[in-house]
């Protein structure tokens, strides 16, 4: 099953760094880890993947355990813009994929 | 903006009757993907196409089906539609076809309501 786990719900200060956390122990050798997130009433917006390595863009970093059942989404600034849901996701396609509920960021003014 | 758009946006009909809904993929994506969003329950994916051919399936009712054009881009189409249809519904495409390492771009979605 292609399942993730998430904390229903995190807080964050305005500028402070933000790590959302997933585990996903089913993962397999080859399946990339995604990060999406989703504002209210739009699509789901790509933010972030990787296989092994940790990896950075201008949006976020993704750290990646060393045995790949756990990864961490880190907003190094979070801005009023960042309070989404966030998802974590491996093996698009799979017949048993779902996005799960994930991780709803709220960012305290 | 994606560059993956839906139409239409928004969508009301009544129980039994047919909808379909439309997607054009990103420019040089081949793949393109439907999910469905209910309010009590996460992003469900539904059924992939790549370059004209199903691809994979996930959990899409036999009521619905889907088809992708020489053109690209796709159509979602839902029968004897049932309240609990209600939702919004996601087109995503990617440039290929592994579904574990390519990204996926998502459009605005269209949302159902039947009555």
């Known amino acids: 099953d292609a399942k993730t786990t998430q904390p229903n719900s995190m807080e964050s200060n305005e500028e402070e760094p933000v790590h959302l956390p997933c585990n996903h122990s089913t993962i397999s050798g080859t399946d990339y880890i995604h990060w999406y997130r989703q504002l209210p009433s739009q699509g789901p917006e790509y933010v972030i993947h990787g296989l092994t390595s940790n990896v950075n863009n201008r949006m976020a970093s993704l750290a990646i355990a060393e045995d790949r059942k756990s990864s961490t989404l880190i907003l190094h600034r979070a801005t009023l813009r960042d309070a989404a849901v966030y998802y974590c996701i491996f093996n698009f396609g799979n017949e048993k994929l779902t996005f799960g509920t994930g991780t709803r960021l709220t960012i305290i003014p | 903006d994606s560059g993956v758009t839906q139409t239409p946006k928004h969508l009301i009909t009544a129980t039994g009757q047919r909808v379909t809904l439309r997607c054009s993929p990103r420019s040089g994506d081949l793949s393109v993907y439907w999910y469905q969003q209910s309010l009590d329950q996460g992003l469900q994916f539904l059924i992939q196409y790549y370059n004209g051919e199903e691809r994979a399936k996930g959990n899409i009712l036999e009521r619905f089906s889907a088809q992708q054009f020489p053109d690209l881009h796709s159509e979602l189409n839902l029968s004897s539609l049932e309240l609990g249809d209600s939702a919004l519904y996601f087109c995503?495409?990617?440039?290929?076809?592994?579904?574990?390492?390519?990204?996926?771009?998502f459009g605005p979605g269209t949302r159902l309501t039947v009555l």
């Open positions: 995503a495409s990617s440039v290929g076809t592994s579904g574990t390492k390519d990204t996926q771009y």
